[in-house]
């Protein structure tokens, strides 16, 4: 009964380098949810996927930073030409059903991946 | 404003006592609130949720939402020194994305 599994959990990229995180979801769960949480800050949304769509990216930086959820494998949040300021914790959550987050939908998070930008 | 707006703390308590932690937020078509914790280094665990106005318990936990006010509350009740994490509030619109306070850390002290 394995959780939402991010890897890579520690992840350290030069300056100008690509990052890619991955996120599989809940046995069962269709729906993606990337945030990012830098020190002493909640969690900021960044992208709502489900399956081969995006539903909602409008936390997303406009440049570098892509997300998709293919129909088979994981979700993928990608991060071209890494600058020291996306240095941060990185967590993906999923959810189950059509979509919907309702009182009996949970959205559970991963233990997320730590970006560090040298 | 902020669409959810959360005291950071640090919140130092004496193991036992009562703990209150808040939230307010902007967007009265909030539907959905919950409360997360966060250990040092996890993952968000969600702890409670709830969908009305009123009160919700669970063990040591009450979680109270005032929709007339925008105003929720966590409630812990005789505190344990493992209760030490951060606390974040959520809220989401039906079918949207969760929208998160910034956390109250919190220090259960022995």
């Known amino acids: 009964n394995a959780g939402v599994m991010q890897n890579p959990r520690h992840l350290v990229r030069r300056r100008g380098q690509e990052a890619r995180l991955r996120c599989s979801p809940m046995k069962g769960h269709s729906h993606v949810y990337w945030y990012r949480q830098l020190p002493e800050e909640g969690l900021k949304f960044m992208v709502y996927l489900q399956k081969e769509n995006i539903i909602d990216e409008s936390g997303m930086p406009k440049e570098r930073f892509s997300a998709e959820f293919p129909k088979e494998g994981p979700s993928i949040l990608r991060i071209q030409q890494v600058v020291r300021g996306d240095s941060a914790a990185y967590f993906c959550?999923?959810?189950?059903?059509?979509?919907?987050?309702?009182?009996?939908?949970?959205?559970?998070f991963g233990q997320g991946t730590r970006l560090t930008v040298v | 404003q902020k669409e959810v707006e959360q005291d950071p703390g640090p919140l130092s308590v004496p193991e036992g006592a009562i703990v209150s932690l808040n939230c307010t937020y902007s967007n009265s078509a909030f539907q959905y609130f919950m409360w997360y914790r966060q250990y040092s280094r996890k993952g968000p665990e969600l702890l409670m949720y709830t969908y009305s106005s009123g009160n919700k318990e669970d063990g040591r936990f009450t979680a109270q939402v005032d929709k007339s006010s925008k105003y929720i509350s966590l409630f812990i009740r005789d505190s344990q020194p493992s209760d030490s994490a951060t606390y974040l509030c959520?809220?989401?619109?039906?079918?949207?994305?969760?929208?998160f306070g910034k956390g109250t850390r919190l220090h259960i002290l022995p």
């Open positions: 959520a809220m989401t619109l039906r079918d949207d994305k969760i929208i």
């Open positions: 959550a999923s959810s189950p059903g059509q979509g919907r987050f309702t009182m009996n939908t949970e959205a559970f």
